[in-house]
């Protein structure tokens, strides 16, 4: 049937089973507005800045695993994506963004909101694409999202210029099976070397000291089971990355929690003195592995991970298996169950688990009380009190979001959503927003900083506007506050341009957009506040918690160093060379 290049839009993305669209709209993109409005049966969210949509549609692919879209005009509209599209890339979610463009034959001309965005984004997409015939739309649109959904999955671009969106043709929507054969050098591997499976299920059985080590693959892959019967099976201690946070149970007895820079101290001193590492859809990102040299010294390294690029990219590993993390784990269990699951040396497994219990109870995660100013830890404790520890979590970036990490316990995958790899402040609210819109059966709390609230705030209205009922904490120090923290350790104070103590009233900015505010300024509130915000089911709630301004996220590893120079929550600089090397 022939219709419109921007009805055809529609009807792909219908097709592919697209229920939101995130976005704004503009001259070049108008056709696919026109198309979307005359449709009527995808919705769309108008967000109020396009970083806002891109960063919603991640947050609804981050919570459903589904694919998440953003749309905006060309020009400003499109660069003002940038940042969003750069954010999924380095997390791996799976967003198609769709962007207008000028008029086929004013491309290069500088025409009125020209930007070559195919161009600016080529380094931070898996692909992008710009349609240059009206009979390439339905495929390009569909190879989008197999590209973004499959292997390991990222942002896809596909750029349409106005004149496309307003020409006719009859062109076809083709099959999954006419987009897989016309993609033949796109081939993930999911499977796993048999081969190499079975090398790493001798090596678990045969490790003294071995820890696996999770990340955000393991979140995207669903593998918690595997992971847990995996562990519990070989008795391996588990750690998690930022981006792993829920692929395993932190609950569980075996949970050695988060490692890294601000990493617990019981994890970062499993992996400086394992002897086997299970690297499990983690890509030994620096702010994990700190000084290279001295990360896991000790250990062979196992890594499965479906993307080949990212083996031995960082660390070099002994056994690489390319694959699906479920589908290798399966086939992993599968192994050592054939073996008879024996540990071979089983007194040295069990010494191990107990140095690690020691471990634990030498340094737990923990914090100075106070019942006169409030602690942003305790905030947060009592958020997972309050929610009982089953509501989705999206932060900004700083202090909040490693607060929100370390004290927040985590049970199930996709339910802490953060910005991992980039580092976005901003990126809390409109993720949150995605989130809730993409799950609304869930409780969804925005723990926020106010400079990373600041950011994006405008989105607030986007919230009221479709009445999604997200509650917004913001850990309120008035600074910048982790910019500021590393100003006191490495900067003997020095507080260059982090003072934020002139702001907003937050509540009555909630007020004044229609949602609902709350300020608690004392740490016997905080429960009062938050047990009122969770009253509210019909608009967003905003609570304002003004915190101990100067308190430090320990611990830390600075970056760049050895876990041995981690700095520890009692103000112990160091770790004492006994403590270090009591095994092995
Ligand atoms: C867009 C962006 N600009 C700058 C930074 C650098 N940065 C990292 S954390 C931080 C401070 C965050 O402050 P706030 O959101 O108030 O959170 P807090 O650390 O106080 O909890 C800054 C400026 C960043 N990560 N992202």
Redesign the pocket.
């Known amino acids: 049937m022939a219709r419109k290049g921007a009805d055809i839009v529609i009807e792909t993305l219908k097709e592919e089973g697209v229920e939101y669209i995130f976005g704004h709209p503009g001259g070049a993109i108008m056709e696919v507005y026109d198309a979307l409005y005359r449709d009527g049966s995808i919705k769309h969210i108008l967000t109020r800045h396009e970083q806002g949509a891109g960063h919603m549609a991640e947050g609804y692919a981050k919570a459903t695993g589904k694919v998440g879209v953003a749309m905006s005009t060309s020009g400003p509209g499109a660069t003002n994506l940038v940042t969003a599209i750069a954010d999924a890339y380095m997390d791996s979610v799976p967003v198609v963004f769709i962007t207008g463009q000028v008029p086929t034959h004013l491309i290069g001309n500088d025409a009125f909101q020209e930007v070559d965005i195919v161009g600016i984004t080529r380094p931070i997409t898996k692909h992008n694409f710009l349609v240059k015939r009206i009979e390439d739309l339905p495929m390009i649109l569909r190879q989008a999202f197999y590209i973004a959904k499959t292997g390991r999955p990222g942002p896809v671009l596909v750029d349409i210029p106005k004149d496309i969106t307003q020409k006719i043709s009859d062109v076809e929507i083709p099959s999954l099976e006419e987009v897989k054969s016309s993609l033949p050098g796109y081939k993930p591997h999911t499977e796993g070397n048999p081969q190499q499976i079975k090398k790493a299920a001798r090596l678990i059985a045969e490790a003294k000291r071995p820890v696996l080590y999770v990340g955000g693959g393991a979140v995207q892959a669903e593998a918690q089971k595997e992971l847990v019967e995996l562990a519990e099976l070989m008795k391996v201690p588990v750690t998690t990355t930022n981006m792993g946070k829920g692929a395993f149970p932190e609950s569980h007895p075996l949970a050695l929690h988060m490692l890294g820079m601000h990493g617990t101290y019981y994890a970062n001193m499993a992996v400086y003195n394992c002897d086997l590492l299970i690297a499990v859809g983690a890509r030994f990102d620096d702010r994990v592995t700190g000084k290279v040299e001295e990360f896991a010294p000790q250990a062979s390294i196992i890594h499965i991970d479906i993307d080949p690029a990212s083996i031995s990219k960082n660390i070099v590993v002994d056994v690489p298996i390319v694959g699906d993390v479920k589908v290798v784990l399966r086939k992993l269990i599968e192994e050592i169950k054939k073996e008879g699951a024996k540990l071979l040396y089983p007194e040295e497994r069990q010494k191990w688990l107990e140095q690690i219990e020691k471990w634990k109870k030498l340094h737990p995660l923990t914090y100075r009380k106070s019942d006169k100013v409030i602690k942003p830890q305790y905030v947060i404790e009592e958020i997972w009190k309050v929610t009982k520890g089953d509501a989705i979590i999206a932060t900004?970036?700083?202090?909040?979001q490693m607060w929100a990490a370390m004290f927040y316990r985590y049970s199930f995958p996709r339910q802490f959503i953060n910005s991992g790899g980039l580092?976005?402040?901003?990126f809390g609210l409109p993720a949150g927003i995605g989130a809730k819109i993409g799950r609304p059966e869930k409780e969804v709390f925005v723990i926020?900083?106010?400079?990373?609230f600041m950011?994006t705030m405008q989105e607030l209205i986007t919230a009221v506007h479709y009445r999604v009922p997200v509650k917004i904490a913001i850990?309120n120090?008035g600074?910048?506050?982790?910019?500021r923290q590393w100003q006191e350790l490495f900067y003997e104070k020095r507080y260059a341009e982090v003072d934020?103590s002139i702001q907003p009233d937050f509540v009555k900015l909630a007020e004044a957009c229609g949602a609902v505010g709350f300020r608690a300024e004392k740490p016997s509130e905080v429960r009062e506040v938050l047990e009122e915000a969770m009253k509210v089911q019909d608009k967003p709630v905003l609570l304002d918690f003004h915190v101990d301004r100067e308190e430090n996220v320990l611990p830390m590893v600075p970056a760049g160093k050895s876990y041995r120079d981690m700095i520890l929550e009692d103000g112990k600089k160091g770790v004492e060379a006994d403590t270090m090397y009591l095994v092995g």
């Open positions: 900004g970036v700083g202090q909040h580092g976005t402040m901003g926020d900083g106010d400079g990373s950011m850990i120090n600074y910048l506050g982790m910019v934020l």
